[in-house]
């Protein structure tokens, strides 16, 4: 019982995080371009002079989303060699 008790903590605290990270914004600039992006690494905007790119945002949560889930499998691959219960293949 005290596990489940554990288990249902870290998941209250892992939600808060995730809520934290999706309201936490960063902005950066390169010449004509701004992009903002939050902390769970998502393009919520990009502009070029100050007028919304919709286009380059989709493009940028694209290639955000394949590396990640390259980055995932990699790491699945690496753990699983270490025969840890419920990773790898």
């Given at each position: 019982m005290?596990?489940?008790?554990e288990?249902?903590?870290?998941?209250k605290?892992?939600d808060?995080?995730?809520e934290?990270?999706?309201?936490t914004h960063i902005e950066?600039?390169?010449?004509?371009?701004?992009?903002?992006?939050?902390?769970k690494?998502?393009?919520?905007?990009?502009?070029?002079?100050g007028?919304?790119?919709?286009n380059?945002?989709?493009?940028?949560?694209?290639g955000?989303?394949?590396?990640?889930?390259i980055?995932q499998?990699?790491m699945?691959e690496?753990m699983?060699?270490?025969g840890?219960p419920?990773?790898g293949k």
């Open positions: 005290d596990q489940m008790k288990m249902m903590a870290l998941k605290k892992a808060a995080i995730q934290k990270l999706g309201n950066a600039d390169e010449g004509e371009y701004t992009i903002t992006i939050n902390g690494q998502e393009c919520i905007a990009a502009l070029k002079d007028v919304p790119q919709p380059l945002v989709k493009a940028l949560n694209k955000l989303k394949k590396s990640q889930e980055a499998k990699e699945k690496i699983g060699g270490l840890l419920g990773l």
